[in-house]
C-alpha cells in the first residue's frame, strides 16, 4: 500500500531501476555495418556488401567478366547466390583463387557460360572449363559444347545441380567417385545424357586408395528406377556385383556394355537387357584434381 511514509523509498528504487537500465545503453559500443557500393570495372558494373559481391551487370555486349578479388579496397572472397542474374550473354568467368563457398546456384543466371577459370589456389581450381573445389566438382558450364565429360580423377563428389548441360550426351565417374548422383540428373537437368559409364573401382571387394568398406558405395546408389531417364548405355565394371535396381519393364531399351562372359553380362541377359562387349571401360585419360 502506498502512503506518504513508503513514497520516498519507492521513488528511489525507480530512481536506481532506471539508471540501472540507462547505463548498459552508455556503453554498448556502436557496430559499424559492412561498407558497400558499387564499381565499374571493364564494362562490368559489381555491387557489393562488406567481402561478398551481390549483383553483376555487365554492359551489352560483354560476354567475359573478370570478377576481382578487391573492391574499394575492400578484399572480395564472395558471390552471393543469383548476382550473375543480368548476365545470359556471358561465355567465359574469370575467378580469383580464393572464392569461398561456391555452389552451383551462385552461377545461376548464366545460360551461355562455356568456361570458367580459376586463378589457382587454395581453394579453387579449374579443369577444361569446370570448377572444382579440393575434391568437388562445384560447376561444369552449361553452354560447353562437349558431348562427353570426366570429372577430374580425384573427384569424390558432384555437388548437386553441378551438371546441367543439354550439350552432355555421356557421363563417366572417375575411380575416385563415391557418389550419390543427382536423382534427376538424367532427366530434367541433362535431358540428353543417354551413356552411363560406371568406374572400375567400383567392384565388389575393391575400394579406392584411403576409402574403407563402410565408405564403400555401389551403382545402386548411383542409379535408380527414378533417375533413369533418358538413359540408353550403361557400362558396367567387370566384377560389379551390386547392380543398378531398375526393371526391365521401365527400361527395356537399355543396352549394358561389360566384360564379355562377366557377371554384367549375366544380369544383363536376366533382365532382359541388350548386351555388347567391350574390353574396357574408361574411354578417356583422367585429369589431375587437387589434393584437398
Request: hydrophobic content about 35%.
Amino acid at each position: 500500500m502506498i502512503t506518504e511514509h513508503n513514497t520516498p523509498y519507492l521513488r528511489r528504487i525507480l530512481s536506481l531501476l532506471l539508471i540501472i537500465a540507462v547505463i548498459p545503453l552508455c556503453m554498448a559500443v556502436p557496430v559499424s555495418a559492412a561498407a558497400s557500393g558499387t564499381v565499374t570495372r571493364n564494362g562490368v558494373t559489381f555491387e557489393y556488401t562488406g567481402s561478398t559481391i551481390t549483383k553483376v551487370t555487365p554492359d551489352p555486349g560483354v560476354t567475359e567478366i573478370t570478377v576481382p578479388d578487391e573492391l574499394d579496397g575492400q578484399s572480395v572472397s564472395r558471390l552471393e547466390n543469383g548476382c550473375f542474374t543480368d548476365c545470359d550473354q556471358v561465355t567465359v568467368l574469370d575467378l580469383p583463387s580464393e572464392m569461398v563457398n561456391l555452389t552451383p546456384d551462385t552461377f545461376i543466371g548464366l545460360p551461355a557460360l562455356a568456361a570458367i577459370n580459376a586463378e589457382p589456389g587454395d581453394y579453387l581450381i579449374s579443369r577444361e572449363g569446370a570448377l572444382y573445389s579440393g575434391r568437388n566438382l562445384i560447376y561444369f558450364p552449361p553452354a560447353r559444347s562437349a558431348s562427353y565429360f570426366m570429372p577430374a580423377y580425384g573427384t569424390t563428389k558432384i555437388l548437386s545441380g553441378a551438371l546441367a548441360s543439354p550439350c552432355l550426351t555421356t557421363l563417366e565417374l572417375p575411380g575416385t567417385f563415391r557418389g550419390p548422383l543427382d536423382e534427376d540428373l538424367l532427366t530434367a537437368k541433362c535431358p540428353n545424357l543417354t551413356t552411363l559409364i560406371l568406374p572400375p573401382s567400383l567392384s565388389s571387394g575393391r575400394y579406392p586408395q584411403g576409402m574403407s568398406q563402410q565408405h564403400y558405395a555401389p551403382p545402386a546408389a548411383f542409379l535408380t528406377k527414378e533417375g533413369a531417364g533418358n538413359l540408353r548405355t550403361l557400362s558396367v565394371p567387370d566384377r560389379e556385383t551390386q547392380l543398378p535396381e531398375i526393371q526391365p519393364e521401365e527400361k527395356a531399351d537399355l543396352l549394358i556394355r561389360g566384360i564379355d562372359g562377366s557377371k554384367a553380362q549375366a544380369w544383363a541377359g536376366e533382365n532382359g537387357y541388350a548386351f555388347s562387349a567391350h574390353t574396357a571401360t574408361g574411354i578417356a585419360s583422367p585429369m589431375l584434381c587437387p589434393s584437398r
